[in-house]
């Protein structure tokens, strides 16, 4: 199969503990449309719709639990119901145990929707380890979410917000780690805008700075940010 440079962005949540997780990303891998499953859940972005409405009906025709969340969910609400059981509109981290909890008792809602900004540090640290690795060249961490620009041509500010929310440094430093165990020697922050919360991002530069010299093989990163890093001379001195 090619091997994919980066992994999907969104989060892989742990579910509870009594449910047997297995993650299929089509990039490297073939979905099997007969697979021995309960529920299976889709998340996409807009390019995507077509070859996910085609899946998802067809594991609705096996007679499989159907989800969708993720950015199509939000861009195309209405078009997704009428793929899905079950459809989820904004960020996960507390409405997907809350699905796993209501679809045990039988009571699971057709609509799971997020409104609050999540706190990042009620983020799990995703789940790599259930990813095909060996069929990646590169792997994704996501520090933080939100920007504060207001660019006109993007959608960021208005679907997650403008104040920027970060994940705990340590957190992060732990979910490199993982990634440079499985091998992976280059990881790219998805982050929108890696400084949007300057005081943060010198954090968490200067502390990847210290771990990079404690893994066993070099670890290269790369980030999204905006040409006005180039008059923050202490922040370009960290990133280097």
């Known amino acids: 199969p090619p091997r994919s440079t980066l992994f999907p962005y969104t989060p892989l949540f742990r579910s ?26 889709f998340t996409g972005i807009y390019c995507q719709r ?20 993720g950015a199509i969910a939000s861009d195309l609400p209405d078009e997704c119901r009428a793929h899905c059981d079950h459809l989820f509109l904004g960020e996960a981290e507390y409405t997907w ?6 679809l045990g008792r039988g009571q699971a809602s057709p609509e799971y929707r997020q409104v609050e900004p999540v ?14 690795v060996e069929r990646y060249s590169s792997a994704c961490v996501q520090a933080t979410r939100d920007c504060p620009h207001r660019c006109e041509y993007c959608e960021v500010p ?4 403008a104040r920027p929310r970060s994940k705990p440094v340590a957190q992060v430093l732990e979910e490199v780690r993982r990634l440079a165990a499985l091998g992976f020697d280059s990881i790219f922050f998805v982050d929108d805008y890696f400084v949007g919360n300057r005081r943060y991002a010198r954090e ?22 905006t040409l006005n890093i180039a008059r923050d001379e202490e922040m370009l001195a960290l990133f280097h």
């Open 97 to 102: 145990p809350r699905f796993w909890d209501e």
């Open 50 to 69: 077509r070859r996910l409405f085609e899946l998802a009906d067809a594991f609705r025709a096996r007679g499989r639990i159907v989800v969708i969340g």
């Open 16 to 41: 509870p503990k009594h449910v047997a997780l297995t993650i299929v990303d089509e990039n490297v891998e073939p979905v099997d449309l007969d697979v021995d499953a309960d529920v299976i859940a």
């Open 158 to 161: 208005a679907r997650q917000g």
């Open 204 to 225: 968490l530069l200067t502390a990847l700075g210290t771990l990079v010299r404690e893994l066993a093989t070099p670890v290269y990163f790369y980030a999204q940010v």
């Open 119 to 132: 706190d990042m540090r009620d983020s799990p640290v995703p789940l790599f380890e259930r990813l095909r």
